[in-house]
């Protein structure tokens, strides 16, 4: 990733108060033109760089223009100047550009050399890049929230002790010794500043005291890495959008196999019912036909009967045909007389036409014999319904035969 030229927002770093002025207003602003940093983090972003400051006056805040592989711009802070470290006795400040990205400080920031004209990154750097990012353990093995800038820089300034990231571009073979351009000083003195001079532009970002310049040793291998980057981040976009479709389309499958599956019990469940209620419909169809043919033949042994009689008496006109039909008949009819018997009784007590008493005891023993009569009635007719449906099983059987 590799930040085009920004526009960035500087200030003067003569002043720590201004320093702290700058990061509390660029952290506080609000709306379209915010940092794209978390509101509860802020603070501690804050402190980080007062810190780093505080610890290393070459490193300067400011705001600046950040572009990603996938040409998506965001605005970002960085801290922009040069690290000291010590090779062979003497004091060199390495130029660095040290990016807090959106998601700072839960992960790490991503650190550049940013080289002058006259340097190029050492080749096979094994903390270095081609393209000047710089990987360290500190910063693989970053740990919020006891991670931080000044120890970043500390860890930064050892291991470009032991290994100098950048040589003089004139020199054909790679020399470990920082480039002539670089200040430096004897060991014990106060540490040098990089004389002020202008550069062509960078391509990891601009501040105040004019523009850091960067060439490519390889540019054709810078442009085919980029291009590989943004290959990548584009196949990985795709996939992960493909997977986030086929994982709705799977789920939408799976919601329609549950709905088919309750689909089918119930229609198990409609398809039972139906048999069954078929079976009772054909058991009573069959009685049906039964008791049909039961009173067809009534009727054909005795409508020659009827033609004969004539006038019949009504009390006559019925032959009970067996004994328990009788004793049935004779039970109903005195349980009915009775019942009579007892409500002409109740018109008479009301209308004084008996005395209380004798109504009392006529209405006791006519309720013990209606009570014998309707428990005999109450017999005869479960003996008649099982005699019934002896008949019934009989009849079916010879159905079934037949």
Not at 124 to 140: E, K, Q, R
Not at 194 to 208: D, K, L, Q
Request: with cysteine.
């Amino acid at each position: 990733m590799a930040p085009p030229p920004p526009e960035a927002a500087v200030h003067s770093p003569s002043s720590p108060q201004y320093t702290q002025q700058f990061l509390s207003n660029v952290l506080s602003q609000r709306g379209p033109s915010s940092l794209p940093y978390s509101e509860d983090v802020k603070w501690l972003i804050r402190q980080h760089l007062v810190s780093l400051i505080d610890m290393c006056p070459s490193l300067q805040p400011r705001t600046a223009t950040f572009t990603y592989n996938d040409s998506r711009t965001v605005n970002l802070l960085q801290a922009n100047g040069t690290v000291p470290m010590v090779y062979l006795d003497a004091t060199y400040n390495i130029p660095v550009i040290i990016w807090l990205l959106e998601s700072y400080p839960r992960q790490s920031p991503l650190v550049f050399v940013n080289p002058t004209r006259h340097m190029v990154v050492k080749d096979s750097h094994p903390f270095v890049n081609s393209s000047g990012i710089v990987s360290i353990p500190y910063l693989t093995n970053w740990v919020y929230p006891s991670s931080n800038l000044v120890e970043l820089v500390r860890n930064l300034s050892n291991f470009f002790s032991r290994d100098p990231p950048l040589y003089t571009k004139r020199n054909p073979n790679p020399n470990p010794h920082p480039p002539p351009g670089t200040s430096f000083s004897n060991s014990g003195s106060t540490r040098p500043a990089i004389p002020p001079r202008v550069y062509p532009p960078s391509p990891y970002g601009s501040g105040s005291g004019g523009v850091v310049g960067r060439k490519m040793d390889d540019r054709s291998e810078v442009d085919k890495k980029n291009a590989i980057d943004e290959l990548m981040v584009k196949l990985h976009s795709d996939i992960e959008g493909l997977g986030k479709a086929r994982e709705a389309d799977m789920e939408g499958l799976f919601n329609a196999q549950g709905v088919l599956r309750r689909r089918e019990e119930e229609l198990r469940k409609g398809v039972k019912e139906m048999l069954d209620e078929k079976e009772g419909l054909e058991q009573q169809l069959q009685m049906v036909l039964m008791n049909t043919d039961v009173l067809e033949g009534w009727v054909r042994d005795n409508e020659t009967k009827v033609k004969k009689i004539g006038n019949v008496d009504v009390d006559e006109a019925f032959e009970l045909c067996d004994r328990l039909s009788k004793q049935m008949s004779d039970c109903t009819a005195s349980d009915l007389a009775m019942e009579d018997v007892i409500y002409s009784m109740d018109k008479a007590i009301q209308d004084g036409a008996i005395p209380f008493d004798q109504y009392l005891r006529n209405v006791r023993l006519l309720s013990r014999e209606q009570f014998i009569h309707r428990a005999t009635a109450s017999k005869v007719k479960a003996a008649q319904m099982q005699a019934q449906v002896s008949h019934m099983a009989s009849r079916l059987s010879q159905y079934a035969l037949s």
